[in-house]
């Protein structure tokens, strides 16, 4: 008759624990630091591929109206975050006619479009064409009177008042707590126009 086998299990050492605990920190230290990154990357992606999509909209609303589109981009600080003061909203506007004094008589066809809180567009002229255009302090942004601005318009045909012989390029970029980035980051989205037909690419 043969006899029962007996295994006896040896436990885990207090070193072996200390070690996976250790690890397991380690692991949960590094999620934490990845996760909110990743969330960032992604709201600059978001963020660059509606501005491209509504500036096709523009375009195409100019075709139907048959009519002259302003885009407005406009200088706000954030809402729900300590930041500095940015290109942080913009707005598409049919323009219907011509004040006195020159300037453009505008009925928004959309509401004021914000990126998200820690999204702005970048303040470096070499990667935002919009630098160079002329700015405006009397916009109207949702709420917010007197509200500084930048703008181009697009043409029935498709062209605009960009600078021509290049295309124009709306940089967007992700602010820190340390501030605004004085040079282009790793992580940024750029959305590349084409001035004479309004063509947007995103990179």
Do not use: C
Not at 39 to 68: H, I, P, T, V
Not at 91 to 103: C, F, H, M, P, R
Not at 108 to 135: G, I, K
């Amino acid at each position: 008759m043969k006899r029962p086998l007996h295994s006896t299990a040896a436990g885990f050492t207090l070193v072996e624990m200390l070690v996976v605990v250790a690890l397991l920190s380690l692991l949960v230290t590094m999620a934490a630091m990845s996760v909110p990154a990743a969330l960032g990357s992604q709201r600059l992606s978001g963020a660059a591929r509606q501005l491209s999509a509504d500036l096709n909209q523009a375009s195409l609303l100019a075709r139907k109206e048959d009519k002259l589109v302003e885009m407005r981009f406009y200088e706000l600080l954030p809402t729900t975050r300590q930041g500095t003061l940015g290109y942080r909203a913009y707005q598409i506007g049919l323009v219907t006619g011509w004040a006195s004094d020159g300037k453009p008589q505008v009925t928004f066809s959309s509401e004021l479009q914000r990126l998200p809180d820690d999204v702005l567009l970048m303040p470096d002229a070499r990667y935002n064409t919009l630098q160079s255009q002329a700015v405006h302090t009397d916009g109207t942004a949702g709420g917010e009177q007197n509200v500084s601005y930048v703008s181009y318009f697009l043409h029935v045909n498709g062209s605009t008042t960009l600078p021509p012989g290049q295309p124009a390029v709306i940089t967007l970029v992700r602010e820190s707590p340390q501030g605004v980035p004085s040079g282009l980051p790793d992580d940024f989205r750029s959305v590349v126009i084409d001035p004479g037909t309004h063509q947007t690419r995103v990179f």
